[in-house]
């Protein structure tokens, strides 16, 4: 079991950089990869980033690719997502997610079995 608490959302302008952090605890947190998913109002929720359990791999959506970074500190039990050059349509609550997705389905959601509260990014034109 693992439980997940995002932290770090907020309001800034477009243009600007937040880092989003999700804190772990249960066993076994090192397992797993961990994602950032993202849901904007009245849209699915769409895949952001993800993460090897050894932090040796990163996957990006194309629309955060660049201007996204993913990374994790497993003997600190975290996971962070800088985000930079930040733009109106990231606007989403923004969740943190752990699983076990095989192979190219990083991105998957129904793949990941550990979700978080999930934290609000607004970004203001």
């Known amino acids: 079991q693992v439980h997940l608490v995002e932290s770090g959302g907020g309001l800034v302008q477009a243009g600007g950089s937040l880092r989003l952090s999700c804190a772990a605890s249960?066993?076994?947190?090192?397992?797993?990869?961990m994602a950032w998913f993202r849901q904007a109002p009245g849209k699915e929720r769409d895949f952001v980033a993800a993460i090897s359990r050894s932090g040796g791999h990163e996957y990006y959506a194309d629309s955060v690719r660049g201007r996204f970074t993913i990374s994790r500190a497993n003997d600190k039990n975290t996971v962070t997502l800088q985000m930079n050059s930040l733009k109106p349509e990231d606007t989403a609550v923004y969740y943190c997610a752990a699983g076990e997705p095989p192979g190219s389905f990083y991105s998957s959601e129904d793949r990941y079995n550990y979700w978080g509260q999930g934290t609000q990014v607004t970004v203001s034109s």
């Open positions: 249960g066993v076994a947190y090192s397992s797993y990869t």
